[in-house]
Each structure stands twice: as structure tokens, then as C-alpha cells.
């Protein structure tokens, strides 16, 4: 009876992709599944200049010596950024030309993940857990071929994987959003992606469909409301189901046993669309809590018990 | 493909650098936030509904009270932004209990207040339907029959039902909807506000007088010289009030009556995890702060105006008048106004004309309406958390797939609203429960603000990853300094509550012994329903406990 820990959009936080790698022992786990948006928003500059180094944290820009830039970088890496020493030219030529930011942004972002599955190396190794990633809409394609290269974390992006007598099908591609990410198309095209992997499911009552987008109107989905200029609507409290329809309709045709779901960081849930339970755990990466859920499958019963939990 | 990544203005030099990702989006307009806090805080009605009752501390300076109010609730909004800066989860205090104090803790003392308390907010929101809206409207209009329809117990019952298929309503619609509803009424409610102040200013109290009995003739039937009959009938049980009156004693008195409609600017935090950006402290606090001294500040010139035109002494005759004698005070007599003291509608008699009397009622009317959606909204999201944390079924959380409505809770909150409310209407032995409403959602902020308070220590990883980890003072983090402050502020309004040994409030427990018995019956529930949950969900193979066991990190 294999149980599984799934958690997602941990965003950069090295802090929570090392409690998704012990969660495994902490929750009696056999199975691992990071839902997708591994990849951080944003680079922190630590800035080289006479003699000691400047960091803007909170708001607030601080000078530090060389000896405290390690803890600097701790916890900027800790919230999901990622700490980047360099000079002031650099700040600069960074600052005003896109190419080079991009550039940098996709360094350290592959870097980042290389020293995740570094870390996965480490903590899973000799353990017999299995432990699979799908990048989501956030994370650029570059990040695949990461993964693909480590050593003890198996890549789910349109795959059919075997997981104890279950299959699971995964994709990190959503519909369009407002911020033309990485991986979104049109909910045509992302209905025969999905579409094209559930039906190489042999038994869809033993199917897990590990899709980083939310069906459409499920409640997994509500997003604050944004104008086009992105800016909040109605104090945040006004929200918008922003899922997928493609998702939606792929849940109610093909009924698989599970759906696991991320994207929208506020919306966490677990609700049945017919015979499917589809779960989205949340995401608090920027506090360093990891946010998951854990379910114990069952041969017979299907699902055997679920929780939603706050490491 | 991402767009772009982002850099900075000219001229600036750049503390991070951003791309392009899912959720960034500019901050929301401190001032949408506001108008939640401030229709949370609603001066018209709870506000005017809960100042009727401070004739009962006729020593107590009502403008000092409400100031020294404001400076000490200011408190329990710096707690509730720290912890929205912290943790800012949907469910508010069932989160921040769960998760500092423990999930059973957390679920009895939230629970309790969020969901069962509430139930007996519906019928005083009916109540307050009736008093400033049904019953002033249909007299204004001649319509006594109506009028007499909604004092009586059925005509009160209605009203709960109107109140709670309303409530119904705006839940199902969503907040999106609602929240423009809201704007549409901050707006012409302020209007009508700046009218009735404008009336206040310019006519004189003997105006007022010529006024009031002119009205009190043609509308209600009463005797000549009813301003008069007014004071004498509240004579019988109410030695008078003075404004100037200045004791610090009987100060302090009055903020438990206060609270009935000042505690609440920190109404919207259990959905601040909704919005995105609450972890800047600076948005959640601007919001309510400013939601709580606008109110102070329109409260005070709404008093001030009172005492100019209407007169003090009877002002507070005629709310002695009107709720002793519906309370059944010995030697109390009935006024010659039969009608709650709506300090709008005794505006609208300085205008000698009903149908803009009765205009004015109806714009006065939408701060009920913008304000009474959000009665169950806090609930629901609380019975959201407690489901997804598998201690309720997880039906309390299902939202139906075309329209988007939370049947599950809904239907939680909206049966048990119906019993009570029958309660509410036809069993008035049961009134000091609903004195109580107050209360039990004060010890379920007490609550919070022990976690807050605890948090450093208890949260150490969370708390140090916070923005206000920055904030401490002579090395005291300032949400344990502020959390003790707000703590103490509470304490000592609950044991007013409870041990005000002339039964001020209404509540005191042994005067009180259906409100004990009730509310403890709420808190036995509580602890039921956790522990039935533990034991089934442990054979299911869920440990709740481990809901909020930290993972370790290394």
C-alpha cells in the first residue's frame, strides 16, 4: 500500500524542499511528488563595495562582512529568492539590460535546482523512496533536462509512470495566465496533452493524474481577482475561479481515483469531482512551511485516507 | 515564453530582481481593504444600536469612552496585522490557535466563537433590520400596521429570515459582487451620513423639541409635549446623564458596551490568507487601523451633534425609556415614542416632510446592507479550515460546481441561525444569551492574542522568517508586548461580562443562568466534536495531531 506525500510551488524555498525530502520519513512515506513551480521569483543581489557587502532584506538595505554573507544567503534562499553575490558593474549592466537578466535568472535558477537534486541524492538514497518532479508553468524547459540528470528524482512531465500497481500521468502546463509563463497554452491544446497520456491509462480507478493546474470552478481555483494592469481587486478579497476547463473535463471523463493539483497558492482543498478526489495542498513557501497532503493508497479500496498537513 | 524579467526605474538602484512568474501582481488599494474594516465597525448599526445601551452608566463621558476605546483596540489591530504578517491563512484565528496552541485547542476556542457564536448574530442583525430600517420606515410612512407587524415576535422572526436569506444571497453571489455593492453603499451611506450630520448642525435643540413632538403626534399618536414625556417617563427608572460629566471609573465602564461594535476592525482577517500581499504588515494594519479611527472620529462628531440638537439628557432618557420598558425594569413606564431611539430618524423630523423622512431611512438603511453580507463570510472560511484539517466532514467545505455557493457550510450556519432565531423571537428568557454574543467572541481574540503573545517562542522558525521579527523592543518581540496589552484590555472587559456585580451588561453569570448554561453546552460541543473526530479519524488512519508537527528541515 503505497502512501504518498505530494506538495507543490515551493518556489526557490530550499527550506521547504528539505522538508519535502525528510517529509518521507516524518510521515512514513514511500512515494514523493513535488507538484511543480520549483523555480524562485526573484534574485537578491549581494552587492561587493568597499570592503564588506550590501543586501536589501525587508525593505531594508544592510552592509554585512564577508564572514555573515553566508547566513545572508540562508536566509534568502530560506523565503525563495535567490542570493546572488557581484559587483556594482554588474548590479548595473543586470539592471539595465533584459538579456543578460534573463540570462542570469535561468544560472541560478538551474544551478538551484541541480543542487536540490544534489540534496535528494543525499537524503533518499539507499531508502528505497521514490521521489518524482513535474515542473509547472514557472519553471523554464531547461529544468528538465536538470532532472532528468539526477540521480534518485524521476521526472513526471508526460509521462505515464508505475507506481505499486497505480499509474500516474503528469504535466506542469496550465492554460494561459496573465504573466505569459513558461509553459501555458490554450485549453485546446493543453485538453490533447492531458488527453494524450490518460488514455495510455490501463485502469482509471487506479489512476493518479498529477496536473499542476486546478480544474476550472472546482474551488481548488479561486484566485484574487486582477485588473489588467495586475493589480489587486476589491482589497484581495475578491476572487476568480481561474482553473483549467481542459483539467475539469479530463477529471469528469476519465474519473481517475486522484488529482493532484497546485498554481493557486490561496485556494488549498481536497473536494470529489464524481469519483475523483482532487486535492490542492496549498503553498506557503515564502514562510518556510511545507504545505502537503498525504494519501494512503489502497490495492482494493482505492484511497485508502487522506490528510492535509503544515510541515 | 516568460516575457521578461523585471528591472528598476532609472536612477534607482535595485534591491532584488524579478521575473516574470505566476501571482506577482501589484499591491491591492489599501482603501478597498478599509471599507471592509470600516462597515466591520458599522457606526450606524451596531454603533447606534450599541450606544443606546450607555444610558445604563449615566456617569460614563461617552466621547472619552470611545476615544480610550480606539487607543486600546488600536492594540488588537497591531496584534491581528503581525499575525496576518506571519501567517496569513484563511481562517484566521482557527489557523493561528491551531498552529500555536495546538489543533484542539485552536478548534474549541475558534470554533466556538466563529461558528456557534455567530448563530446569535443573526437575530440581533434581524433586530437591528427592524429597529432602524422596517419599523421607522413603515411609521414614517404611515404604515402602522407594519410597523406593529415587525416589534412582534413573528414580525421579528421574519426580519431573522430576511436577515439570513440576504446573508444567503451575498455568499452565493461571491464576494466580487458583494464588494461592489459595498462601494455603491459606502458611498450614498456617507452621503446620507454628511446629510444627517449637515441637519444636526444647523437646527437648534429647540427646533428639535418642536420637531420631535410635532412627529410624535402625527406619526405615533402620542400627547402633546412628548419631548417632555420622554424624560418623565424614563424618569421612573433613570436618574438622568449629563455630557460634560467627567469620572474615570465609569469610563472604563463603558468599553464593554463599546465593544459591541469597536471590537471588530480585525472582522476580515480570517480571510486575509485570500490576499495576496498581507504578509506587508504595513497593508493589513493601514486597513484596519484607518477602518477604526474613521469610526472613532465619525463617532465622535455623530455624538457631539447628538448633544448639540438632540440634547443628552434626552437622548439617553428615551433610550432608558425604550429598552427598560421593553426589558420589563420595575416601575418602568412606556415612553409616549414607542419606537427605538433612531437618532436618523429624530434628524429626518427636523425636515417637516415624510417622504424625505423616508428617504433618508432608506439611505441610512444601506449601512445595513453593505454591511450585513458579511455575517456568515468569516464563518464559512473557518468551517473551510476546519475541513481541510479533516476535523470536520469534508462536505462542510464542498462548494457546488456551476455556481460556486459553500452548500456545506451555508447550511451549517444557516440551520442552526433558524432555531435560534425562533428562540430569539418567541423565548425572551433567552435575551442575556444574546447580551453574550460579545463576549464569547472576545475570549476567542483572547485566545489569538495569547498566541500572538507566545508566538516567538512557540513559532520560533516562523516567527524569525517573518517580516516583524525585525520588530522588538529592549529585545521583546512587540507582538508579545502588544498581544499582553490587547490581553489585559479583553480580560478585563470579560470579567465586566461576567462578574459586574450590578449585572450592568446584562450578562453577569449568576444572574445569568440560561447564557452559562448555553454557552457552556457550545464549549462541551466543541471538545465533542474534536474528540469524535480524533477517534474516527484515527481508525482511518489520520493522526490529527500531526496536522501541524513541523517537518525538520536538516
Given amino acids: ?311 | 515564453m516568460a516575457d521578461t524579467t523585471l528591472g528598476t526605474a532609472p536612477g534607482t538602484r535595485p534591491a532584488l530582481f524579478l521575473r516574470n512568474a505566476t501571482g506577482l501582481v501589484k499591491a491591492w488599494s489599501t482603501f478597498d481593504a478599509f471599507v471592509y474594516s470600516f462597515w466591520s465597525i458599522n457606526l450606524i448599526t451596531l454603533g447606534l444600536y450599541g450606544m443606546s445601551y450607555v444610558y445604563t452608566v449615566p456617569d460614563g463621558q461617552l466621547l472619552a469612552g470611545i476615544l480610550l476605546f480606539g487607543v486600546l483596540v488600536t492594540f488588537l489591530v497591531i496584534t491581528y496585522a503581525m499575525l496576518v504578517s506571519v501567517m496569513p491563512r484563511t481562517g484566521g484565528d482557527y489557523a493561528w490557535q491551531s498552529r500555536v496552541l495546538g489543533g484542539g485547542l485552536g478548534f474549541v476556542l475558534s470554533i466556538t466563537g466563529w461558528w456557534f457564536t455567530l448563530f446569535l448574530w443573526a437575530p440581533i442583525y434581524a433586530n437591528i433590520l427592524v429597529v432602524q430600517f422596517f419599523s421607522p420606515l413603515a411609521y414614517t410612512l404611515g404604515w402602522t400596521g407594519v410597523a406593529m407587524f415587525f416589534t412582534s415576535k413573528t414580525g421579528i422572526f421574519v426580519s431573522c429570515l430576511i436577515v439570513l436569506a440576504f446573508v444567503s444571497i451575498v455568499v452565493t453571489m461571491g464576494m466580487e459582487t458583494y464588494a461592489r455593492i459595498q462601494k455603491v453603499c459606502f458611498w450614498i451611506g456617507l452621503a446620507g451620513l454628511a446629510v444627517v450630520c449637515g441637519i444636526l448642525l444647523f437646527y437648534s435643540q429647540s427646533d428639535f423639541q418642536n420637531a420631535f413632538n410635532r412627529e410624535a403626534t402625527q406619526l405615533f399618536n402620542a400627547p402633546a409635549n412628548a419631548y417632555q414625556g420622554t424624560i418623565d417617563a424614563a424618569s421612573k427608572t433613570f436618574g438622568g446623564s449629563s455630557f460634560g460629566t467627567f469620572t474615570f471609573g465609569p469610563v472604563l465602564l463603558l468599553l464593554p458596551w463599546l465593544a459591541f461594535y469597536l471590537l471588530w476592525p480585525n472582522w476580515g482577517a480570517t480571510l486575509y490568507g485570500e490576499v495576496r500581499g498581507a504578509k506587508d504588515i504595513r497593508k493589513p494594519f493601514w486597513s484596519m487601523f484607518a477602518g477604526l479611527w474613521v469610526t472613532v472620529a465619525m463617532v465622535a462628531v455623530v455624538v457631539l451633534l447628538i448633544n448639540k440638537t438632540i440634547g443628552w439628557n434626552f437622548y439617553q432618557s428615551a433610550n432608558a425609556a425604550y429598552w427598560n420598558n421593553l426589558f420589563a425594569v420595575p416601575n418602568a413606564a412606556a415612553p409616549p415614542v414607542p419606537i427605538w431611539p433612531y437618532p436618523v430618524m429624530f434628524a429626518g423630523f427636523l425636515v417637516n416632510n415624510h417622504l424625505f423622512q423616508a428617504l433618508l431611512i432608506i439611505v441610512m438603511g444601506l449601512w445595513f446592507f453593505g454591511w450585513a453580507g458579511t455575517l456568515f463570510l468569516s464563518s464559512t472560511r473557518v468551517i473551510f479550515a476546519a475541513a481541510f484539517d479533516r476535523v470536520l466532514p469534508a462536505w462542510a467545505a464542498n462548494i457546488s460546481a456551476k455556481r460556486r455557493v459553500p452548500y456545506g457550510s451555508l447550511v451549517l450556519m444557516i440551520v442552526p441561525s433558524l432555531v435560534v432565531s425562533a428562540i430569539y423571537a418567541y423565548k425572551p428568557d433567552f435575551t442575556s444569551v444574546f447580551l453574550d454574543a460579545t463576549a464569547v467572541l472576545a475570549l476567542t481574540f483572547l485566545a489569538t492574542v495569547v498566541a500572538a503573545v507566545i508566538l516567538p517562542w512557540r513559532r520560533k522558525d516562523l516567527y524569525d522568517a517573518s517580516p516583524i521579527a525585525q520588530y522588538k523592543i529592549a529585545g521583546v518581540p512587540v507582538i508579545s508586548i502588544v498581544g499582553a496589552i490587547t490581553g489585559l484590555f479583553l480580560l478585563y472587559m470579560l470579567y465586566q461580562w461576567s462578574f459586574n456585580p450590578d449585572n450592568l451588561y446584562g450578562t453577569s453569570l449568576q444572574k445569568t443562568p440560561n447564557s452559562v448554561i448555553y454557552f457552556v453546552a457550545t464549549y462541551v460541543v466543541a471538545v465533542v466534536v474534536y474528540v469524535i473526530a480524533r477517534v474516527v479519524r484515527n481508525r482511518q488512519g489520520i493522526d490529527l495531531r500531526r496536522i501541524h508537527h513541523e517537518i525538520p528541515v536538516e
Fill in chain 1, 1 to 311: 500500500m503505497p502512501k504518498v506525500f505530494f506538495a507543490t510551488d515551493l518556489h526557490g524555498s530550499e527550506v521547504c524542499w528539505k522538508k519535502f525530502l525528510n517529509a518521507a520519513k516524518f510521515y512514513g512515506a514511500d512515494v514523493l511528488i513535488c507538484g511543480g513551480d520549483m523555480t524562485g521569483k526573484a534574485i537578491v543581489p549581494i552587492v561587493a563595495e568597499n570592503g564588506h557587502y550590501t543586501v536589501t532584506l525587508g525593505g531594508e538595505r544592510q552592509a554585512v562582512t564577508a564572514d555573515q554573507v553566508a547566513e545572508v544567503e540562508g536566509n534568502i534562499r530560506r523565503k525563495g529568492y535567490y542570493p546572488l553575490q557581484m559587483t556594482v558593474e554588474r548590479l548595473q549592466e543586470l539592471d539595465h539590460d533584459p538579456a543578460k537578466r534573463a540570462e542570469c535568472f535561468q544560472e541560478v535558477m538551474l544551478e538551484g535546482v541541480d543542487r536540490w537534486m544534489k540534496l535528494a541524492a543525499d537524503k533518499l538514497r539507499g531508502t528505497g523512496i521514490r521521489c518524482f518532479v513535474c515542473p509547472g508553468n514557472d519553471d523554464e524547459m531547461e529544468v528538465d533536462d536538470v532532472i532528468r540528470r539526477a540521480e534518485l528524482v524521476e521526472l513526471g512531465e508526460g509521462r505515464l509512470v508505475e507506481i505499486e500497481g497505480f499509474a500516474m500521468i503528469s504535466t506542469g502546463w496550465s492554460n494561459p495566465t496573465p504573466w505569459k509563463t513558461h509553459r501555458e497554452e490554450s485549453e485546446e491544446e493543453l485538453a490533447r496533452r492531458i488527453d494524450a497520456m490518460a488514455s495510455q491509462v490501463p485502469d482509471q480507478s487506479h489512476a493518479i493524474f498529477n496536473l499542476h493546474c486546478p480544474p476550472f470552478k472546482s474551488g481548488l481555483d479561486e484566485a484574487p481577482a486582477i485588473d489588467a494592469d495586475l493589480r489587486l481587486l476589491h482589497g484581495g478579497r475578491a476572487l476568480r475561479p481561474v482553473g483549467s476547463t481542459a483539467v475539469r473535463e479530463a477529471i469528469e471523463r476519465h474519473q481517475p481515483l486522484l488529482s493532484l493539483h497546485g498554481h493557486i497558492h490561496e485556494s488549498k482543498g481536497a473536494l470529489k469531482i464524481g469519483k475523483t478526489l482532487s486535492i490542492n495542498p496549498g503553498s506557503a513557501y515564502e514562510e518556510g512551511m511545507l504545505m502537503g497532503a498525504l494519501i494512503q493508497l489502497d490495492p482494493k479500496k482505492g484511497i485508502k485516507s487522506y490528510q492535509l498537513v503544515n510541515g
